[in-house]
Every structure is written in C-alpha cells, then in structure tokens.
C-alpha cells in the first residue's frame, strides 16, 4: 500500500467497547494517535531521533468522522494518505478500514513540526523532509477521500 509502508494494525480491545456494543468514540481517536506514532518511526522520528534532531510533531486540528461501527476483537488497519506538506506542516487523513476492508472512520488532521529545544514551530529535519516529499509525490496523484475537508454542520 502507498499510504503507509506497512500500515497500523490492531485489535479492538475489550475495554475499549462501551455501553453501545462497539469501540468508544475516543479509542477512534486513540487509534489514529498509535497510527501517526507509526508514521513518525516511518518518516524517521523514532524516539532516538526526536531526542537527536529536538524534534517532534504535534496535532493541531483533527476532524474525525465515524462511519460504521467496530466491535471487541475486530481487526481494524490505519492508512495515511497526504493531501498538503509545506516545510514544517502536513495536512493528512487516516483512513480506518475493518478486516473486510470496509471504511469505519477517518481522522483528517494539521499537524506541525516542532522543535522541542524552543517549543516553537520549525522546519522538518532533511532527512524527514526527504521521506515526506518522497511520499507526498505519490500521494498527489490520489483521489480525495470524499471525507477530506468536510466541515460540521446541519445541512437545511
């Protein structure tokens, strides 16, 4: 797969279910949390690296939006896909598929490099750049998900 060189792959855990019968809104959001700590390892920001380069990503914004429903043992994959990059802000979508390959979520997300000697906004490291443009240049070609860019609102 071209969004994530080997995706993120879980269970759904038992305590993440809730009163509904299927995984609570916020272990979505957990989920896509462990997803972009796999992208991070991906792009070269392991926890080594982060501590070499004083380097890290932060969320700035995330839009989920929940699909279907997940259920207890259900295996669920993340994928990534790129829709922006500048020099220190990708905007990006994770898509959550179940083991049928069905779309249950997205999470549609800013997100910006940061260095942690400052706490400021700053450039990715080069070597990461280079990884991110490697994959944004693929990830250009794609279609949208129809998810990408939504806003919230009561449609009349």
Same mark, same amino acid.
């Given at each position: ?5 080997s ?5 759904v ?9 299927h ?5 979505y ?12 390892e ?14 890290t990503?932060?969320t700035?914004?995330? *839009?989920?939006c929940?699909? !279907?429903e ?5 295996? /669920?994959?993340? +994928?990534? $896909?790129? @829709? ?6 990708? *905007?990006?979508?994770f898509? !959550? ?6 779309? /249950?979520?997205? +999470?549609? $997300?800013m @997100?910006?490099?940061m ?7 700053a450039?990715?490291?080069?070597v990461?750049?280079?990884? /991110? ?8 070609q ?6 990408a860019?939504r ?5 009349r």
């Amino acid at each position: 797969m071209d969004h994530m060189s080997s995706g993120f792959t879980c269970f759904v855990k038992k305590e993440w279910v809730d009163y509904n019968g299927h995984m609570n809104d916020a272990e979505y959001a957990k989920v896509f949390s462990l997803a972009l700590d796999k992208w991070m390892e991906e792009i070269g920001l392991n926890a080594e690296a982060r501590e070499r380069y004083a380097y890290t990503i932060f969320t700035l914004e995330t *839009h989920l939006c929940y699909l !279907m429903e997940a259920h207890e043992n259900e295996k /669920i994959t993340v +994928s990534l $896909q790129l @829709l922006d990059v500048d020099a220190k802000r990708v *905007h990006a979508i994770f898509m !959550m598929n179940n083991q049928d390959g069905q779309r /249950i979520a997205t +999470s549609e $997300q800013m @997100l910006m490099g940061m260095d942690t000697a400052t706490n400021r906004p700053a450039p990715f490291p080069e070597v990461v750049n280079e990884k /991110i443009m490697e994959v944004y240049k693929i990830h250009e070609q794609l279609d949208r998900p129809k998810q990408a860019g939504r806003t919230i609102g009561i449609k009349r």
